[in-house]
């Protein structure tokens, strides 16, 4: 980024890249779970199926919030609005609670993260160039992960799709 404060444009592409490096780790831990599926329960057929069982199957149940959160960040980043440091911050600060949550938070997907760390390489690249990626992107001050949430949630509200107004 240049020497002032960042652009928009800058902004945007930083948390473009965090989107990328989500969708990395998401495709390395699924593929590393999927393969875990079927080795305890048998071949899963087709992409159709795959897709069943990682939306409904306990199995999966622990990649679901990374599934969530991928959407929720592509759906603010096709917001008409600047990305300013605020939101480029909450981007940041949101993931790394989902990553690393604190004591008494969900920690599912974190614990599932975590086992595949131990052994699954292609997960510990893309963990890796996702964390590369969050260190580019503004920080706030520690424990403003409440605050980014809601901000983040109020900024991008769902919006009706075009196809289902009435």
Do not use: Y
Not at 37 to 49: D, H, K, P, S
Not at 75 to 93: I, M, S
Not at 101 to 125: H, K, W
Request: aromatic share 4%; no cysteine; glycine share 6%.
């Amino acid at each position: 980024m240049s020497g002032g404060p960042p652009s928009d444009t800058e902004l945007r592409s930083a948390v473009q890249a965090l989107t990328g490096a989500l969708i990395e780790l998401h495709r390395a831990a699924m593929n590393a779970a999927t393969a875990a599926f079927e080795q305890e329960r048998g071949a899963v057929g087709t992409r159709l199926r795959l897709l069943e069982l990682l939306m409904n199957d306990p199995f999966f149940a622990w990649l679901r919030p990374l599934s969530g959160l991928m959407a929720a960040i592509d759906e603010g980043l096709d917001d008409p609005e600047p990305v300013d440091h605020t939101v480029a911050a909450d981007a940041r600060a949101i993931v790394e609670h989902l990553l690393d949550p604190p004591e008494g938070a969900a920690r599912e997907l974190a614990d599932g993260l975590a086992a595949l760390l131990q052994r699954e390489a292609d997960v510990v690249l893309a963990a890796g160039a996702l964390r590369k990626v969050l260190a580019r992107l503004p920080r706030h001050p520690p424990g403003s992960h409440p605050e980014a949430h809601a901000r983040w949630h109020a900024r991008h509200r769902p919006r009706p799709h075009p196809r289902r107004q009435a």
